[in-house]
């Protein structure tokens, strides 16, 4: 059986931006319009006891991620009846997180947080001029100063420090990653994630010409060289993980070296899909037989549909298996491998990308250890 890490809950379908790269609402899958706006409690409950007899068996601790859209769309209230259904029947080693873009993380909503430990990862950008072109609200208007006032609101909390997990950024390749790094640093955060435009080998991510340019990696170089300048650097889970693996660590996160991890995503209805991402890929993220929270999760993990998802996350293209930097790369992920033609047996879309950074980081560490 595939043992669970991740358990992507969608509280909401909806959301209150409308961000132009978005997996979910602009990359041509319209599934969500199908889906309740808001997850009901039957769900949850259901959900709980599920997740309850797979921890029994799995033994080892999972997250429970609110997502959406927009999870705290759910309300206040409703979200502090879900954690403490979860809290009161999931033991305690698991850990509840919410990514939100901020825009209703409020004082009420950070007690709610502070009070079933749930930790809270928030979507930026980076400066106004890059947010705001690429994450307006539904009538068109910036979101960068709310998003910036509910960092500073959650910072100011009592439990705020241990509350913030971190804050996520979408590239955008026209921004400056010295200004980006400098932006996030000024923020407080403790730590910033990277996550590159969606894309795959019949729709190129934006700003990358050709398989073989390396816009991405470039940027990210940029991006390594900021952080390795800083006597103080905040986290940046995808260089720090590229870093550890590079001096023979391991990674912490799905996208990076060879680990595979198990990913559950529960949508408002109950139903269980693949990882959200594969929506770009052709909506390759449905089972091919319908699962819900109210089916026993002992069963899917060990269910043949929901095993080959799992080792898909290993690369099957004959390029990956023979490559040098296997163990840091690891093959990218699905939804950046896949092709109508092939499937998901190419490289990923960034390899070119991620060959570069590595090339840097390594000679980057390597001139670090021989001074
Ligand atoms: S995607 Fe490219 S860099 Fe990554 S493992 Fe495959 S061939 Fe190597």
Redesign the pocket.
């Known amino acids: 059986m595939v043992e669970i890490d991740t358990v992507l809950v969608k509280l909401a379908s909806r959301c209150n931006l409308n961000c132009d790269y978005c997996y979910v609402y602009n990359m041509g899958d319209d599934a969500w319009r199908r889906q309740p706006k808001l997850v009901s409690e039957a769900t949850i409950e259901a959900l709980a006891d599920r997740l309850a007899e797979l921890f029994a068996v799995q033994a080892k601790p999972f997250s429970i991620v609110f997502h959406g859209g927009e999870p705290l769309l759910v309300g206040a209230a409703r979200f502090d009846k879900i954690c403490a259904t979860l809290r009161r029947r999931l033991p305690s080693p698991i850990g509840l997180h919410v990514q939100t873009n901020g825009l209703l993380l409020s004082d009420q909503v950070l007690d709610i947080c502070a009070r079933h430990d749930v930790g809270v990862s928030i979507s930026l950008d980076g400066p106004a001029a890059v947010h705001d072109q690429h994450r307006p609200d539904l009538r068109g208007r910036a979101s960068h100063a709310k998003v910036v006032a509910a960092i500073d609101r959650v910072l100011a909390h009592p439990q705020g420090e241990a509350m913030l997990s971190g804050l996520l950024c979408v590239v955008d390749l026209a921004a400056d990653p010295r200004e980006v790094y400098d932006f996030f640093k000024a923020t407080g955060t403790p730590s910033v994630d990277f996550l590159y435009r969606d894309g795959n080998h019949d729709t190129l991510p934006m700003g990358k010409a050709s398989l073989t340019s390396t816009e991405y990696g470039d940027w990210m170089v940029r991006m390594l060289d900021a952080y390795l300048a800083d006597p103080a650097p905040i986290r940046i889970r995808l260089l720090d993980d590229m870093m550890r693996l590079l001096l023979g660590g391991r990674s912490v996160k799905e996208g990076i070296g060879e680990d595979d991890y198990g990913i559950l995503v529960v949508e408002t209805d109950g139903t269980l899909t693949k990882n959200d991402t594969l929506k770009s890929a052709n909506g390759s993220d449905r089972f091919d037989k319908t699962w819900t929270v109210f089916d026993d999760l002992r069963v899917l993990v060990g269910a043949p549909d929901f095993i080959a998802y799992h080792q898909a996350q290993r690369?099957s293209?004959p390029?990956?298996r023979a490559?040098p930097?296997?163990k840091i790369?690891?093959?990218?992920m699905p939804t950046h491998r896949w092709s109508a033609a092939r499937g998901l047996d190419n490289?990923?879309v960034?390899?070119a990308d991620?060959?570069r950074l590595?090339d840097h980081m390594r000679a980057q560490i390597a001139s670090r250890i021989a001074a």
């Open positions: 690369p293209a390029e990956c490559c930097d296997l790369c690891g093959g990218g490289p990923s960034f390899c991620q060959k590595i």
